[in-house]
């Protein structure tokens, strides 16, 4: 069974950083590319982020670029969102989210839990 | 950009009729699309990809039509636990991959 578990998440000021974690399970991790996507409270889905396999091919929405950084460990069925000066509207759910493919990004076939980012001060 | 635009934002139906959820593309994306539902508090759920392929699992009564920039999601017989709000996305240029603003399916 396919498992994604997020952590990191929390209370942060504005400007400040945090790191998001996501640790895989269930599947053969370096064999698909990963996505992060977040959700406002009360609000629809926004793609953040997505990263192939081998790191090859990353891309991010352009509200997050220069600021988050996608990164994965193959090693340790890891994914990992680098956040920076962030922002008000950072604050949302955070998910993690599992590609069909390898090399590019298709659609996401499977979805952690998520976990709460809150920019406040 | 890919701009994603879903109608009607609201769809009132009664249990046991038929759905028709819609998704435009401000271009074409082939038949790149997928369809989600979520219901409150819980991940999205992949429903459809391909614009037409039902994903592992998911009942028959769900069905995706359309390619390029015209998308349907229809529900044939809804049940009670079909009641959520769906989001369709494409994936056929990237980034940023993009959602639609979602259909909330409620019980009338």
């Known amino acids: 069974e396919v498992q994604l578990v997020e952590s990191g998440g929390g209370l942060v000021q504005p400007g400040r950083s945090l790191r998001l974690s996501c640790t895989a399970s269930?599947?053969?991790?370096?064999?698909?590319?990963m996505h992060w996507v977040r959700q406002a409270p009360g609000k629809g889905l926004e793609w953040v982020s997505g990263?192939?396999?081998?790191?090859?091919?990353?891309g991010y929405v352009d509200s997050v670029k220069g600021r988050f950084t996608i990164s994965r460990d193959n090693a340790k069925n890891s994914l990992y969102l680098q956040m920076n000066n962030l922002r008000a509207e950072d604050t949302a759910f955070y998910y993690c989210?599992?590609?069909?493919?390898?090399?590019?990004?298709?659609?996401?076939?499977?979805w952690g839990q998520g976990t709460l980012v809150i920019v406040s001060s | 950009e890919i701009v994603m635009t879903q109608s009607p934002a609201t769809l009132s139906v009664s249990p046991g009729e038929r759905a028709t959820l819609s998704c435009r593309a401000s271009?074409?994306?082939?038949?790149?699309l997928a369809w989600y539902q979520q219901k409150p508090g819980q991940a999205p759920r992949l429903l459809i990809y391909?614009?037409?392929t039902r994903a592992t699992g998911v009942p028959a009564r769900f069905s995706g039509s359309g390619s390029g920039t015209e998308f349907t999601l229809t529900i044939s017989s809804l049940q009670s636990e079909d009641f959520a709000v769906y989001y369709c996305?494409?994936?056929?240029?990237?980034?940023?991959?993009?959602f639609g603003q979602g259909t909330r399916l409620e019980i009338k």
């Open positions: 989210a599992k590609d069909r493919a390898t090399v590019t990004l298709y659609y996401a076939d499977n």
């Open positions: 269930g599947f053969t991790f370096d064999d698909y590319a």
């Open positions: 990263i192939s396999w081998n790191s090859g091919n990353i």
């Open positions: 271009q074409s994306v082939s038949s790149n």
């Open positions: 391909g614009a037409s």
């Open positions: 996305q494409q994936y056929n240029n990237w980034p940023p991959i993009t």
